[in-house]
């Protein structure tokens, strides 16, 4: 039951912390994600009914399936991150997330590591590194800080 109690609340969280950010990114990167000529032309537009009614449809089952998938993982440490401070849990789960979903994430994408080695120039454009990265920092917070808070 602890650990079904444990992947509920993770997965809760999780959503909450993530569309958080994306609310607030969404507003200052539009346009990285809107428009024919955006940044992220690999990524649906956002600014196109269909695709983000595609976007409106998936976003809360993929990311109960991705809190999940995460809550899961954890399993074998729970014992342990419950001995251990807020401080300490803040610090472990916010960068947990920030590096492990993003900066050193297996899928290449322009601000981590795996893009800098596979994407091509145009999508690695240094003053688009503070919006793609303003979303992730915000999500890694605010998770860390609900997670550390009210998971232990």
Same mark, same amino acid.
């Given at each position: ?30 346009d ?37 998938l ?6 074998? +440490?729970? *014992?342990l ?7 300490? #849990?803040?610090?472990? =789960? /916010?960068? !947990?997330? $920030? ?5 050193a ?7 981590? +590591?795996? *893009? ?8 690695? #454009?240094?003053?688009? =590194? /503070?919006? !793609?990265? $303003? ?12 997670t550390?808070y009210?998971?232990?």
């Amino acid at each position: 039951m602890q650990y079904l109690m444990f992947s509920f609340w993770f997965i809760i969280i999780h959503t909450f912390a993530y569309t958080i950010a994306g609310m607030l990114a969404l507003k200052i990167s539009k346009d990285l994600y809107e428009e024919k000529n955006r940044f992220l032309d690999f990524l649906r537009d956002m600014s196109d009914k269909n695709e983000s009614k595609h976007v409106s449809r998936w976003f809360i089952p993929a990311q109960i399936l991705r809190g999940l998938l995460m809550s899961i993982a954890l399993y074998p +440490i729970l *014992g342990l991150l419950g001995g251990i401070s807020f401080m300490l #849990r803040f610090v472990f =789960f /916010g960068s !947990l997330m $920030f590096i492990y979903t993003d900066f050193a994430s297996a899928v290449p994408f322009p601000n981590n +590591i795996e *893009g800098f080695v596979y994407m091509k120039h145009r999508y690695q #454009r240094k003053e688009l =590194f /503070g919006k !793609l990265y $303003f979303e992730m920092i915000i999500y890694s917070l605010v998770f860390g800080f609900l997670t550390a808070y009210f998971l232990f």
